[in-house]
């Protein structure tokens, strides 16, 4: 359970949401149209040598899509064990990202313009915070397409895990969600 609030993430995470305001006049310079999550994270960390990005999966574990019918995540692996690096910009993404730094208190969500990215980045991070990584506190949302609709069909399970989400819409501030 998380007790702080958008304030304090901003504060504890300030360089990433440094990264994200530049990463937002870089797309309105662009006029980027079609943009991908994968994109958003590669250029958020482009130019790091250490990304501090977390494959929350690791090598050789396989994908856990949720289960069609009941809509819960298959387990496919034990939890992961909190990363004991000192490294106060160690986040986890979705898309994972290269390095495995454990699990992390934070899991940073990138959605790009794409119709089923949201679903499949809403989907991946039940499945993160709930089975791969269940220390994960703070789920923040960097999305350029959202729809309340699909936020609805997932949000008791955030909630009922006690799981603090906040959303970035592109340029606009940083909202709570829960």
């Known amino acids: 359970m998380y007790d702080g609030g958008l304030a304090e993430i901003r504060e504890k995470y300030g360089w990433l949401f440094g990264r994200l305001d530049a990463l937002n006049n870089r797309i309105e310079q662009e006029g980027k149209a079609n943009i991908r999550g994968q994109w958003i994270l590669d250029t958020l960390f482009e ?6 990005r ?3 999966r690791g090598e050789g574990m396989p994908y856990n899509p949720l289960h069609p019918e009941d809509g819960f995540p298959r387990p496919s692996s ?7 690096q000192s490294d106060d910009r160690a986040i986890n993404t979705i898309p994972p990202g290269s390095q495995d730094v454990g699990c992390q208190e934070l899991l ?3 959605i790009g313009t794409g119709q089923a990215e949201l679903a499949k980045g809403l989907d991946d991070a039940i499945i993160h915070t709930f089975i791969d990584c269940p220390g994960t506190r703070i789920v923040i949302f960097y999305a350029l397409r959202w729809s309340d609709k699909e936020w ?3 949000r008791r399970r955030f909630q009922n895990g006690g799981i603090y989400c906040a959303l970035q819409m592109g340029s606009h501030e940083l909202v709570e969600l829960n």
């Open 108 to 110: 940073l969500v990138t």
């Open 54 to 56: 977390g494959d929350y």
């Open 152 to 154: 609805a069909a997932r």
């Open 78 to 84: 034990q939890p992961r064990i909190p990363s004991r």
């Open 47 to 52: 130019e790091e040598e250490y990304t501090g």
